[in-house]
């Protein structure tokens, strides 16, 4: 060892002996840390109750993801304010990747933000994926004797007040009943909106005959296929398990109507943007994680048994997809209240 590489030798060993009796870290201190990254447990937090379909997304997620992040992952729920509880929550935290938001992300974050009064914006979390998004059906009950949504807008046209449709409170269901009604020039109260608590309810309204129509989950509508008559998945592509019912947009096109489509509920993983920022290392070893766990076909099959959306979008697609229904509830929101 020559004589100048001793010197710099000491020189580096004394600056890491400085360094850490200060407490501050050096590069060297960093890289081992980011290598040696997830240290200790990590934790999913879901803004929704027990049971529900955030929570069975997140656990699910976390039984399987701890093999490929190499330490366990618990699940915490934060339930209130319509998941705004939890997301605030996460963004208290340290920005370390320890404490992530497992839940609903759409619609819930943008209402939080343009209607409840939330200090964050979208901008302040990282998406990692959306794994499981809704798509609404539009169906008419079998009772109505209507085929298509041409006919739904003629019928509600020319009987005003008389027809009704279920929903269920807030969903994205919801809002694209208005925005229909705007696009067709009806006034809101020539519909009878009858909102529900749940999706269950809303569809034994339509399955029973109590209502024309219904617009909700289609996942969730199987069961009450022989009481209806879909009309059109809110859907860009053709829809698993509906098979031969058109998109809205192409069962619209016969009334000369187009409207945005709106997803329901998109249940996934989200960090603080501040985490990814400060570590991109971790960050993309989170993503990693997620991705190798989706491809994982022990977890695809406990998804499926299960009834699971088991979808990998990636972050760009993600936020994109959370992005474009804010940009909509915040241009059309207003059509609610």
């Known amino acids: 060892m020559t004589q100048k590489h001793r010197q710099i030798t000491r020189r580096a060993a004394t600056a890491m002996t400085l360094a850490t009796a200060m407490g501050v870290a050096t590069p060297l201190q960093l890289a081992a840390q980011e290598t040696e990254w997830p240290e200790r447990p990590i934790t999913f937090v879901v803004g929704f109750g027990v049971g529900g379909s955030a929570d069975r997304t997140a656990r699910a997620l976390a039984q399987f993801m701890t093999d490929e992040i190499g330490q366990p992952i618990s699940v915490v729920n934060r339930e209130g304010a319509g998941?705004?509880?939890a997301a605030a929550y996460v963004l208290a935290q340290p920005a370390d990747g320890y404490t992530l938001l497992a839940t609903s992300l759409s619609p819930y974050l943008a209402n939080s933000i343009l209607?409840?009064?939330?200090?964050?914006?979208?901008?302040d979390f990282a998406f990692i994926n959306g794994q499981w998004s809704d798509h609404d059906l539009i169906a008419a009950s079998a009772e109505s004797g209507i085929s298509s949504m041409a006919e739904m807008i003629t019928a509600i046209k020319e009987a005003p007040g008389e027809h009704s449709v279920s929903v269920?409170?807030?969903s994205a269901g919801e809002l694209s009943t208005y925005i229909l009604l705007d696009a067709a020039g009806i006034p809101a109260d020539d519909l009878n909106i009858?909102?529900?608590?749940?999706?269950?309810?809303?569809r034994s309204a339509a399955a029973g005959g109590q209502v024309d129509f219904t617009i909700l989950g289609a996942e969730g509508s199987d069961a009450i296929r022989d009481m209806i008559t879909p009309l059109a998945v809110v859907a860009e592509e053709p829809l698993e398990g509906w098979d031969g019912v058109p998109l809205v947009n192409e069962a619209l096109a016969e009334a000369d109507l187009e409207i945005p489509v709106v997803s329901g509920s998109i249940r996934g993983l989200a960090a603080s943007a501040e985490f990814r920022e400060q570590h991109p290392d971790r960050w993309e070893k989170l993503v990693s994680a997620y991705e190798r766990t989706m491809q994982n076909p022990d977890f695809i099959a406990h998804l499926e048994a299960n009834e699971i959306g088991a979808e990998w979008l990636g972050p760009e697609k993600t936020t994109a997809r959370i992005e474009s229904n804010f940009e909509i509830l915040e241009k059309y929101g207003h059509l609610m209240q």
């Open 115 to 123: 209607n409840t009064g939330a200090d964050y914006t979208l901008d």
């Open 83 to 85: 998941g705004q509880l």
């Open 194 to 202: 009858v909102t529900y608590e749940s999706g269950g309810a809303a």
């Open 168 to 170: 269920v409170t807030g």
